[in-house]
């Protein structure tokens, strides 16, 4: 079945370093989006990024579609960055619904 | 409204007791999901409202699930008998409306959800 894979599924960074995460999907994907869920739980919106790359402040994210997959870049990393990374693929067809990866759980230490 | 909100925050529940969450999507949006986030499962898609057209249920789990959408806009999941498996936190999310690659129809925002506890 369709699939989003992401790694590592978790990562412990010393503030003010630099990390990649990895998302891999299965088909090629009409929308694909990067959260951030902070410790209330809430998932915020980083990238909608089906191909390309975007940038915004200190996050850019990567999607090269014709390989299947997306990279998130966190550069400088800050304390408030922890919390579980998703991201989530939509393949089209009559249902615009999202399919998550087991996310990656990021512990930003002082 | 600003965001996606829904209600109650938090329910807590005997099991057989049918509970019932609500979903209020970013005016003007005519796309609506239900997802739900357990230990277990991860995140996974639920059913989804497409303006007037029949939803897709196809993620729900059991026939003891069911939503509505009234007026194109408060979406209610409805959760009868409600088992331990249950247990889980329930999110609403909107949309534009879905119309090719085009990210103003597309992105999804999702609510604070409602954390659901069966006893």
């Known amino acids: 079945g369709i699939q989003v894979e992401q790694s590592p599924p978790d990562l412990i960074l010393q503030e003010g370093a630099n990390s990649t995460l990895r998302c891999n999907f299965s088909?090629?994907?009409?929308?694909l989006q990067w959260f951030h869920q902070n410790p209330w739980g809430q998932l915020i919106n980083l990238f909608y990024?089906?191909?390309g790359t975007k940038q915004n402040g200190r996050l850019s994210a990567t999607t090269v579609a014709t390989e299947r997959y997306s990279l998130l870049y966190i550069s400088s990393s800050q304390t408030t960055d922890s919390g579980v990374y998703f991201c989530?693929?939509?393949?089209?067809?009559?249902?615009?619904?999202?399919?998550f990866g087991t996310g990656t759980l990021l512990a930003v230490q002082p | 409204g600003a965001g996606v909100s829904q209600s109650p925050s938090n329910k807590v529940t005997e099991k057989g007791k049918d509970v019932e969450l609500r979903c209020d999507p970013i005016?003007?949006?005519?796309?609506l999901y239900w997802y739900r986030q357990s230990l277990g499962q991860g995140l996974e898609f639920l059913i989804y409202?497409?303006?007037?057209?029949?939803?897709?249920k196809s993620g729900l789990p059991s026939d003891r699930f069911s939503a509505e959408r009234t007026g194109g806009s408060v979406s209610t999941l409805t959760i009868q008998r409600t088992q331990q498996e249950d247990s889980a936190v329930y999110l609403c999310?909107?949309?534009?409306?879905?119309?090719?690659?085009?990210?103003?129809?597309?992105?999804?925002?999702f609510g604070p959800g409602t954390r659901l506890t069966v006893l």
């Open positions: 999310a909107s949309s534009g409306r879905t119309s090719g690659m085009s990210r103003l129809y597309n992105e999804q925002f």
């Open positions: 088909d090629s994907v009409n929308n």
């Open positions: 990024i089906p191909s």
């Open positions: 989530a693929a939509n393949y089209g067809g009559a249902t615009n619904k999202l399919i």
């Open positions: 005016s003007g949006h005519t796309a």
């Open positions: 409202f497409q303006g007037n057209s029949a939803p897709d």
